[in-house]
DNA sequence: TAGGCCATGTAATGTGTTACATGATTAG
DNA sequence: CTAATCATGTAACACATTACATGGCCTA
């Protein structure tokens, strides 16, 4: 189960599951999300495994916390996980099913509005990772061969997250742009032609 | 329910429960998996929506086939979840997760292999959507303004998949780059060295 | 005093996976 | 005769979402 692992990898640093849910909810972690009511849960079981241990703590304000932190045994859960070679799940990618059946729709005008939404949605999220990737230049430099050891992993996933929506925001342009030359190329075909040249041989 | 619609759209050509399973499990559907076992529950329940109709056939070798087809009801939903803008889950991505915690493992060159790993899966991946853009290529040529109007729609889906595998592979080479030069500084760190100079003195 | 954040959780429901059950036909 | 493919499905379990419950403290 990944959630479990995640959390286990979290917790090197120890933290409440109101803490988490916040890192989830925030995008501090752009490759995973759960809702507080699976991570209490979670983090129950992973103690009665013996993976994590647990403390009160006074909070500043509001009621106790409950602290959590990976164990030995933990640890060595998350790196048999990570050693188990990738985990790559089946892709379940809800928008690009809706790009592959937007023919339904048969209107052009449809599709550009959607695909533009997409566009929106994900320069958003591009946007919080390159501020991410800026404060990391700004305190450690350009260049990662001079960043501290245990920034190289957590820098590398940012920079997937970054490519991944580059890449969205790439197709974006390159549907938009084939939508809206055919868009033209269909009102110009339903335009009366004003004279009709020697065109009208080929019809049909 | 994401896989309702899908299949509604898949269903706009008629189709058995295990037709479509199959074309799930064949990748031609790269932006969507199910198994049978979800795909038939599912099937009833559109059916008794009134979202698909269904009639018996004989099937060449085998049991009676159940055969599926979207009603006009179905294509209503089917349109409403498509205008309903895009729909933009929160991800989840082991692999990147993966990526974020390989620092508990504190070995390079673990690092180093599993990135390989995921660059392996990622070309397979990536040559079977390419093989499919090469035969659209074949068949239609590869000026989009020339494609036919129902290839449009699909095409496009081809392509953020292709772009996504791209990016992602990019991100292998780009990672493995800088984990190698990681790797070489840290042996040159820890080879002993035969004249120290006069760095010695920054030492601490 | 109302609403938001802190902080814990449970319950019900929805979605997805794995394992199992059944049985015909065909290719090796 | 054995295994694969065709074809349907159910049952048990695992994972995820939504809604609900509780209550203190702080700010506007």
Redesign the pocket.
Known sequence: ????HILLGMLREPA???????EFSEGAQHFW??????I?????RLEDKGWLRSWN?P??????????ETTEEGLAALRAWLRDGPHI??D?LAYIAQAFFLDALDDLDESIRIVKAMRGKWREALAMLEAGEDEVHATFGENRDEHPDDLVHPYAALRMGIRQYRAKLAWCEETLTVLTRRLAARAQDETPQPAPTEVGAVKE
């Open positions: 189960m990944s959630l479990e409440t599951g109101y803490d988490l849910g916040r999300y759960a809702e507080r009511s699976q209490y849960p979670t983090l129950g703590e909070s500043e304000r509001g009621p106790e916390r409950k602290v959590y799940g089946r379940r």
